[in-house]
């Protein structure tokens, strides 16, 4: 029963919303999703033209939930992954940055895959583009389309392609994206999950072949369920491995030198680094976490009330807390898991 919200005779949109000729669905909008059209319309006052047959209240759903205005994520906030920052940097930020000298042959390709396993950066990677590009960044979970938006996915996608090429250079980051392009189902695949994929593959030709300045991402930790339609749209395939040692000695000291007061030498932070071989990026946060309660455990023992605890009263995290942490926090990715992602880089992955 969508009655679009805005009539395409000029004028303010504002009023437009207000005041169109059936008053059917007007005043039915909340005024935060009159403001959040007006947001959208061009200089004339008028919502851009693919957006108009879209339900207003999934327009406004991008753009509060999804589109994410302040990544707030920088390079120097990502440890390690050196190859992935310099193959990004080339064929993403740079395009992003000068769309005028990134034409013809050198015009980029719009699709990047990050795979890997979880908790290595690869959200991070991608809010770090838009942050780099200065472009807007709009992020949506693919599982997330088929389980919570049952039906309405391809609509969704719709007023999301719709917002990003409103807000152009704009980054859209799709995660778990295995679950919308993947191989399995074919002939038992059912009827919607097959809609929402065709509409995907769709809106990414579309911006594909167009002078749009929109990239689209997918990561997943499953590439090896991509099919090969998705494979071909997603031209540059990275591989986010786990963190070598270096970088999980970033992350420790990055960490805690944020807000903990600790005390380890190089050789502890040495030791922690041999023991966490095979940590991701988010275990090692997780570790770090788990450390930094150490001197808090030990304070409220010694029989202080956490009302009354005071800063002064904790002694700094030191290689013990650590070593505490470690018999509970565990690695989360096992090494058959790795061996499947390094075949799978060798077969697919852009290598350089
Ligand atoms: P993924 O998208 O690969 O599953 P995320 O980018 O969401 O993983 O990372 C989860 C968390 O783990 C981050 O918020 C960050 O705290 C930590 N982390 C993971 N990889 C790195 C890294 N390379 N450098 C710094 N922190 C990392």
């Given at each position: 029963n969508f009655v679009p919200p805005i009539r395409s005779n000029g004028g303010n949109a504002g009023n437009m919303i207000s005041t169109r000729?059936?008053?059917?669905?007007d005043d039915s909008l909340e005024d935060s999703t009159k403001r959040c059209l007006e947001m959208l319309c061009g200089p004339d006052g008028e919502l851009p033209e693919k957006l108009r047959n879209l339900e207003p209240r999934l327009i406004e759903h991008v753009s509060n939930e999804i589109m994410d205005k302040d990544p707030n994520v920088r390079w120097n906030d990502i440890a390690g992954l050196e190859h992935a920052k310099k193959c990004v940097t080339e064929m993403v930020i740079w395009p992003l940055l000068r769309p005028d000298i990134f034409?013809?042959?050198?015009?980029?390709?719009r699709g990047l895959l990050l795979f890997g396993p979880?908790?290595?950066g690869k959200t991070m990677i991608g809010k770090a583009i838009a942050g780099e590009a200065k472009a807007t960044f709009f992020y949506i979970s693919a599982s997330s389309l088929t389980s919570k938006w049952i039906g309405e996915g391809e609509k969704l996608v719709r007023a999301l392609f719709g917002v990003a090429s409103c807000r152009q250079p704009a980054v859209i980051f799709v995660d778990e994206i295995d679950s919308l392009?993947?191989?399995?189902?074919?002939?038992?695949?059912h009827e919607s999950s097959r809609r929402l994929k065709t509409q995907f593959l769709i809106e990414m030709e579309g911006f594909d072949s167009g002078n749009e300045q929109i990239l689209l991402i997918g990561a997943t930790n499953r590439p090896q369920e991509l099919d090969e339609a998705a494979r071909r749209r997603l031209t540059k395939r990275l591989y986010i491995p786990l963190p070598s040692s270096e970088a999980r000695s970033w992350i420790i000291r990055n960490l805690l030198e944020k807000d903990g007061l600790f005390k380890l030498s190089e050789e502890d932070t040495n030791l922690i680094c041999k023991l966490t071989e095979g940590y991701s990026g988010s275990d090692m946060k997780n570790l770090v976490k788990d450390a930094s309660m150490g001197p808090l455990r030990e304070a409220l023992r010694q029989g202080i009330q956490i009302t009354e605890?005071?800063?002064?009263?904790m002694r700094p995290i030191t290689l013990p807390d650590f070593e505490n942490a470690l018999q509970e926090v565990r690695p989360s990715v096992s090494m058959n898991e790795l061996g499947t992602y390094e075949d799978w880089n060798r077969q697919f992955g852009s290598l350089s």
């Open positions: 000729g059936s008053g059917k669905c034409r013809g042959c050198r015009s980029p390709g979880p908790g290595t392009l993947s191989q399995r189902k074919s002939d038992g695949e605890l005071k800063k002064e009263d």
